[in-house]
Nanobody, 127 residues
Framework: QVQLVESGGGLVQAGGSLRLSCAAS????????MGWFRRAPGKEREFVAG????????NYPDSVKGRFTVSRDNAKNTVYLQMNSLKPEDTAIYYC????????????????????WGQGTQVTVSS
């Protein structure tokens, strides 16, 4: 099991940027693929970014493609989510998630495919 702690959320105006961080501890971080999800009030949890074990493979849904960038630093046991051109509809609690994979493949996009979750960080985008 890996422990995950998100940080970097806050209040930002539409068009602004935020960078979220997710610090991991407890296991070998490079064995884990990482995903970022969000949950807006009254909505289902939504995948927003994934990154492979090495960081070489990233994937995004169309709703954030071109605006969000996921990266990781395995030496620091941290994954990041850079969010640019934020919109009010990006308002949500953002979670990072982890699961082990034997191969360096794309991160899954379904929340049920992840075994470990952080507590979340609130992102609010004002219009």
């Amino acid at each position: 099991q890996v422990q995950l702690v998100e940080s970097g959320g806050g209040l930002v105006q539409a068009g602004g940027s935020l960078r979220l961080s997710c610090a991991a501890s407890g296991r070998t971080f490079s064995n884990y693929v990482m995903g970022w999800f969000r949950r807006a009030p009254g909505k289902e949890r939504e995948f927003v970014a994934g990154i492979s074990r090495s960081g070489m493979i990233t994937n995004y849904p169309d709703s954030v493609k071109g605006r969000f960038t996921v990266s990781r630093d395995n030496a620091k046991n941290t994954v990041y989510l850079q969010m640019n051109s934020l919109k009010p509809e990006d308002t949500a609690i953002y979670y990072c998630a982890a699961r082990t994979l034997y191969q360096d493949t794309a991160a899954p996009s379904r929340p049920q495919d992840y075994t470990d979750w952080g507590q979340g960080t609130q992102v609010t985008v004002s219009s």
